[in-house]
């Protein structure tokens, strides 16, 4: 079963207004991670957060962990029609391995 | 620098062919790894190889076997098709190090008839 689920499966919403994606995972983790993935294509790295941050800023992006929950959230401000992609988060474990999970996915669109 | 490359980017199999796709990095990384993400999917790990000369069964493994044949080359072969492997492949790879990113090819689409 998927280490990472993300809500909601898909949104939609106008240019310059923000989008809010939440993922949450099962086991204990080291760092989880949010991809970014336009159609057709292989998935791009946005942001990394370890264990032990709650949150995290890169450009428009905020990230927050949250490891009693289990749970993340991915916010873009001033959302933009190139946004417009399916977003993912991985987790790995604490368990050593090299490994990450993927979750399902939020597909975005940004309407313009 | 190239980055990981794909080949090919799309496949038509019957039912029982093999092939093999290929998959290589320039980056130097020392973990390289296989997933397939089915429609509305997120991306299931098939096999990985945490560094040159090993390779460990990720989720779904079944049907899928892989040769790390250098550093830069990790390539995945069906040795008999079925519908179900029909997917879109991605490689990635990443340094081996335990907290860092990885870099993701551009996918091969596969469809078995």
């Known amino acids: 079963s998927q280490q990472g689920e993300e809500d909601p499966q898909a949104l939609s919403i106008q240019e310059g207004e923000n989008a809010t994606m939440n993922c949450s995972y099962k086991t204990s983790i080291n760092n989880l991670q949010w991809y970014r993935q336009n159609s057709g294509r292989g998935l791009v790295h946005l942001i990394l957060?370890?264990?032990?941050?709650r949150e995290k800023h890169s450009g428009r992006l905020r990230v927050t962990l949250d490891t009693s929950k289990k749970s993340s959230s991915l916010l873009i401000t001033a959302s933009r029609a190139a946004d417009t992609a399916s977003y993912f988060c991985?987790?790995?474990?604490?368990?050593?391995?090299?490994?990450?999970?993927f979750g399902t996915g939020t597909r975005l669109k940004v309407l313009a | 620098n190239a980055g990981v490359t794909q080949t090919p980017k799309f496949q038509v199999l019957k039912t029982g062919q093999s092939m093999t796709l290929q998959c290589a990095q320039d980056m130097n990384h020392n973990s390289m790894y296989w997933y397939r993400q089915d429609p509305g999917m997120g991306l299931r790990l098939i096999y990985y190889s945490a560094s040159e000369g090993t390779t460990d069964k990720g989720e779904v493994p079944n049907g899928y076997n892989v040769s790390r044949l250098n550093k830069r080359e990790f390539s995945l072969r069906l040795e008999s098709a079925a519908p179900s492997q029909t997917s879109v492949y991605f490689c990635?790879?990443?340094?081996?190090?335990?907290?860092?990113?990885?870099?993701f090819g551009p996918g091969t689409r596969l469809t078995v008839l």
């Open positions: 957060i370890r264990s032990n941050e």
């Open positions: 991985a987790t790995d474990s604490t368990s050593g391995t090299y490994k990450y999970i």
């Open positions: 990635a790879s990443k340094t081996g190090l335990a907290v860092n990113t990885q870099y």
